[in-house]
């Protein structure tokens, strides 16, 4: 857990994904077409990997991956994610981080 | 003043030039505009003045609305969204910056242009007019009418014509009288044609009638083949009778959402056209869109089922599952088909829309990449051979691997799919908070509409009469 908080406060936008993960493609692409440069970690490429796993399935984040922070919280998976950004809070939270400026 | 039209140009190409030699002829006609006429002879260091009074009578001109609305030609380039008690105000503002046709600036620099080299501004004007196409400018005061062309082609036609009847007189009769001939002909064949054309439509209509009468009595015969519990499938290849019987009880659930749907929807129309107050409207609208969350999760639990049945819209008419998109409507078409017909949205509420149509792209295009990832992740898998010098045991442990690989990559269709709903689900939530009431109502029932005409295509097509 503390090497996830860790991760996750090193840059505004963080996102833990696996190699295989085609969810995690689709929100990678998201953030980057929102001119964000989120911060990737990869959970099977990783020697912590299982145990990072395992404090995110202990946040509740489900599927695990891909599992989003923004400011260092924890925003949720891909279907929070994309339900943020219908309403538009999604790039409010990302300009309040500073991760993209518009 | 405000009373007199003005015929800005012919098109829009011509808009600078036109608008230059307008302003000649139209300040001639009125009182106001005699300053420009005669200083239009004025030196060089007045010029400058002349531009005030210009800026200042086109600035007038180009805020008198009904100067606006009544050339026909700015109401076509104008947003269609726009209502017509939105156009006067809303079209000003937001085509101000854009359009040349009244904008004072540019229109103030073309004129100066053409101040330039010609100080007699009759003569600029004349210049002007063997520019200015069809419209025959020899007889500048009259041209006052916007709406039609004909008045202006039509002098031309006559003094063209008073010019040659005198010299071919004779061959002119005969030549009249073919003419009436071929015309007679000609309007003869347009009455055949056009009777056959109706004797056509009649029996083609006739055929439609006989064919959707056949198309109800399959479907009932097909509903009640279903509710005994027949098993009914196009494709070949579902002979598991687990994912046969999931998928059977999606499409009756699906059949019984949608009678569900169409009962919700009469009633929104009912409610709409006897004008019901805003609360109970409010209630039903609030009815129809939860409803929609209904078919969401019975389609997440058919995808569990069969995937393939949900994602290839088996359980769509052909017209549907030919514009699908991972198993289902595109939000953001959705939208771009609502927008023009749910005027008038004031500016907040277009914004709204304008952002929502750009975050449901967004999150379509997403998802979309991430199906071609995986569609590219499988292929990698399934195409890795082995190199052949491994004894069998390894080729098959290899093949064993790839496909076992290869199922997991199949199992996260059912991940797109759920994103999928749940962008729709949330982009028809999130409309449905821009909207107001009435808005709302009219938008379930456009998207009822379409959705209808298009399954009504299918029904057609499948019905249409073919040539062997």
Not at chain 1, 40 to 52: A, K, S, V, Y
Not at chain 2, 73 to 96: E, K, V
Not at chain 2, 197 to 206: E, G, M, N
Request: hydrophobic fraction near 35%; aromatic fraction near 6%.
């Amino acid at each position: 857990m503390d090497r996830i908080r860790d991760l996750a406060s090193q840059k505004a936008a963080v996102i833990f994904t696996k190699s295989s993960c085609c969810m995690c493609h689709s929100t990678k692409a998201l953030f980057y077409d929102l001119g964000a440069s989120p911060a990737i970690h990869e959970l099977d490429q990783d020697e912590n990997g299982r145990e990072m796993e395992l404090a995110l399935r202990v946040l509740g984040c489900n599927p695990i991956v891909p599992s989003v922070f923004i400011g260092g919280q924890f925003v949720g998976s891909t279907k929070d994610v994309i339900s943020l950004h219908v309403d538009g809070s999604l790039k409010k939270m990302l300009i309040n981080a500073k991760a993209i400026w518009f | 003043m405000a009373g007199t039209k003005v015929k800005i140009g012919a098109d829009d190409n011509n808009n600078r030039r036109s608008a230059s030699s307008v302003m000649p002829s139209f300040f001639s006609q009125t009182p106001v505009s005699n300053p420009m006429g005669t200083e239009a002879n004025a030196t060089q260091s007045s010029r400058l003045s002349d531009y005030g009074v210009l800026e200042q009578y086109m600035g007038f001109r180009v805020g008198d609305p009904s100067g606006i609305s009544q050339s026909p030609r700015f109401t076509s380039a104008a947003d269609g969204r726009l209502s017509g008690a939105d156009l006067h105000s809303q079209a000003f503002n937001m085509t101000r910056p854009s359009t040349s046709t009244l904008f004072p600036g540019s229109q103030v620099i073309q004129f100066h242009k053409s101040l330039a080299p010609m100080p007699n501004i009759v003569s600029a004007s004349n210049a002007q007019h063997e520019n200015w196409g069809d419209s025959n400018m020899a007889d500048s005061s009259s041209r006052t009418d916007t709406s039609t062309d004909a008045e202006p082609g039509d002098k031309n036609f006559e003094m063209g014509q008073s010019a040659a009847v005198v010299i071919s007189d004779s061959t002119d009769k005969s030549k009249e009288r073919n003419q009436d001939q071929k015309t007679l002909r000609r309007l003869a064949q347009n009455r055949e044609a056009a009777r056959k054309s109706r004797l056509r439509k009649k029996a083609y209509v006739q055929q439609l009638e006989n064919s959707r009468m056949k198309l109800t009595q399959l479907e009932q015969e097909v509903q009640q083949a279903r509710q005994q519990g027949v098993y009914i499938t196009s494709t070949a290849d579902q002979s598991h009778t687990g994912s046969a019987n999931g998928v059977l009880a999606f499409d009756a659930e699906y059949a019984r959402w949608m009678e569900e749907q169409n009962r919700l929807i009469n009633e929104l129309r009912t409610a709409v056209s006897s004008h019901t107050n805003d609360v109970e409207l409010r209630n039903i609208v609030s009815n129809a869109i939860t409803h929609f969350n209904d078919v969401f999760r019975l389609k997440g639990n058919g995808a569990k089922a069969d995937v393939f049945h949900i994602l290839l819209g088996m359980w769509k008419t052909p017209a549907e599952r030919c514009f699908m998109w991972i198993g289902g409507f595109r939000p953001s078409e959705l939208l771009k088909l609502l927008v023009n017909q749910l005027e008038p949205l004031s500016e907040q509420q277009l914004t709204g829309i304008f952002n929502l149509q750009q975050s449901s792209h967004q999150a379509e295009d997403a998802l979309s990449q991430g199906m071609d990832a995986l569609q590219q992740s499988l292929g990698e898998t399934l195409a890795t051979g082995s190199s052949g010098s491994e004894g069998s045991s390894g080729n098959v442990a290899n093949y064993m691997g790839q496909m076992a690989m290869a199922m997991g990559k199949l199992g996260t269709l059912e991940g797109f799919i759920r994103q999928a709903d749940n962008l729709r689900q949330q982009t028809l939530q999130q409309m449905h908070r821009i909207l107001t009431t009435k808005q709302s109502a009219r938008a379930l029932l456009l998207i009822n509409d379409y959705f209808s005409r298009l399954r009504a295509l299918s029904s057609l097509w499948l019905a249409r009469p073919q040539e062997s």
